[in-house]
Structures are given as structure tokens and as C-alpha cells.
């Protein structure tokens, strides 16, 4: 079991940055993939990135690639989700979420974080 906690998110002027935040127990947590997923008001779930358990491996939505980093430290059992350059497009719920390997589907994490809710003002 892996349960994770999202923290990091608030308000940000456009082209601001923020760095949200996936703290994760259990011993495991090495074992898996990491993703970020966001989801505003009245849309459905996206992916937003992912990283592999060694971290060797990443991969981004078009969306927010080149804005946003993925990053994971396994010794602080913590992932990372660097923000830059942010739009209020970017406004949404973040979630971590913890899978077995590296995918973009959200149906194929195992666990969830409850959420960070960022919001990018114009």
C-alpha cells in the first residue's frame, strides 16, 4: 500500500510558478511510477506527467510540456511536480497518483492523493 499527500498548490498571477509536492509512505514507494493528473471544474481527469521509479524516465502531456517538470526523490519518499510559465488554463485540482509502471492512463494507478487545488488568476 502506498498512500500519498499532495500539497504545494494556491494562487499564482499568470507566468508565476509554483512547485507542488506528493509525499508518499510505506516502503514502496520506490517500486512505482509517479503521475500527475489535474482536473478543473466540469472536465474530466488529464494527464499531466509521469515519472518512472528510477526517475530515468519521463513523459508530459503537450499541454505542459516544456513548462512543467516531473521529479522524484525516492530517499524523501516524495515526488515533485515543478510549475512554470503558469496559464489560468493550468487551474485545476492536481492529484499524485502511484502505478506499477510507466503509463498515462489514469485507470492504471493503483493510488491517489486527495488533491491540491491550483489556480492561476489573468
Known amino acids: 500500500q502506498v498512500q500519498l499527500v499532495e500539497s504545494g498548490g494556491g494562487l499564482v498571477q499568470a507566468g508565476g510558478s509554483l512547485r507542488l509536492s506528493c509525499a508518499a509512505s510505506g516502503r514502496t514507494f520506490r517500486r512505482y511510477a509517479i503521475g500527475w493528473f489535474r482536473q478543473a471544474p466540469g472536465k474530466e481527469r488529464e494527464f499531466v506527467a509521469t515519472?518512472?521509479?528510477?526517475?530515468?524516465?519521463?513523459d508530459y502531456a503537450d499541454s505542459v510540456k516544456d513548462r512543467f517538470t516531473i521529479a522524484r526523490d525516492n530517499a524523501k519518499n516524495t515526488g515533485y511536480l515543478h510549475m512554470f510559465s503558469l496559464k489560468p488554463d493550468d487551474t485545476a485540482v492536481y492529484y499524485c497518483?502511484?502505478?506499477?509502471?510507466?503509463?498515462?492512463?489514469?485507470?492504471?494507478?493503483?493510488?491517489w492523493g486527495q488533491g491540491t487545488q491550483v489556480t492561476v488568476s489573468s
Open positions: 515519472i518512472s521509479w528510477s526517475g530515468d524516465d519521463t
Open positions: 497518483a502511484a502505478a506499477d509502471r510507466l503509463v498515462t492512463t489514469p485507470t492504471l494507478y493503483q493510488f
